[in-house]
């Protein structure tokens, strides 16, 4: 069936950079999604990428996309203690037209 | 603008109460969704709305009611929970539903509901 795929932690120090990893089953897929969520909040869209784009720049997020390993990651430049918080990767089912989700990646990062 | 609002924040209810929650869009969206998270997991979907007709209910128990009353507004009636059903209930929105096109999903802040 279809699959999202994610690590489950992250820790950075600030000031680094942050590489979240997604793997996913459903080539069909035409829409990739990373969603942000900090604790006690709902679910903030950060970016979304074309399953015909290998790269997709915005400010300090960099989402890259190998559709033949069918391999998402999420880049974060200079990361700030701001951007702790759960990443989830999500993609649209070719068939039912679902958001199907990773278990998300706590990104932790230490001052 | 590219909110969703949702009422109450939180809830507390008995097992025999009845309660609603609210969501509301005014992006023009046509698709509004429930979602129910657990702590820690990803959202899982519960019900989808698509112009305003129910378009997918995923086994949802019976003690969840949607109703969808117009374009901008979705609500989700709750009667007779269990005290698992305690979770974050996450209401969203996207210009249209399918399998083509970019439908992102804008979400709410979510109710914190607790069943006692």
């Known amino acids: 069936g279809e699959d999202v795929e994610q690590s489950l932690f992250l820790s950075v120090r600030e000031g680094d950079s942050s590489v979240i990893n997604c793997t996913y089953t459903?080539?069909?897929?035409?829409?990739l999604y990373w969603y942000k969520q900090e604790p006690g909040a709902g679910l903030q869209l950060l970016t979304y990428?074309?399953?015909?784009?290998d790269m997709k720049q915005d400010q300090r997020l960099t989402v890259l996309l190998n559709k033949k390993d069918k391999h998402l990651s999420l880049r974060i430049a200079d990361t700030q203690t701001g951007d702790s918080a759960i990443y989830f990767c999500?993609?649209?089912?070719?068939?039912?037209?679902?958001?199907?989700f990773g278990q998300g990646t706590t990104l932790q990062v230490k001052p | 603008d590219t909110e969703v609002t949702q009422t109450p924040k939180h809830l507390v209810m008995g097992m025999t109460n009845k309660k609603s929650l609210k969501c509301e869009q005014h992006m023009g969206h046509r698709a509004m969704y429930w979602y129910k998270q657990k702590a820690k997991k990803p959202p899982e979907l519960m019900f989808v709305?698509?112009?305003?007709?129910?378009?997918i209910n995923e086994s949802v128990p019976s003690r969840f009611s949607p109703e969808c009353p117009n374009s901008s507004l979705l609500n989700l009636h709750l009667h007779a929970l269990q005290p698992e059903d305690s979770a974050l209930y996450l209401c969203?929105?996207?210009?249209?539903?399918?399998?083509?096109?970019?439908?992102?999903?804008?979400f709410g802040p979510g109710t914190r509901l607790t069943v006692l």
């Open positions: 969203a929105s996207s210009q249209s539903w399918g399998t083509s096109g970019s439908y992102e999903q804008f």
């Open positions: 990428i074309f399953s015909n784009m």
């Open positions: 999500a993609g649209v089912s070719s068939n039912t037209g679902k958001l199907i």
């Open positions: 459903d080539s069909s897929s035409t829409y």
């Open positions: 709305y698509s112009y305003e007709k129910l378009s």
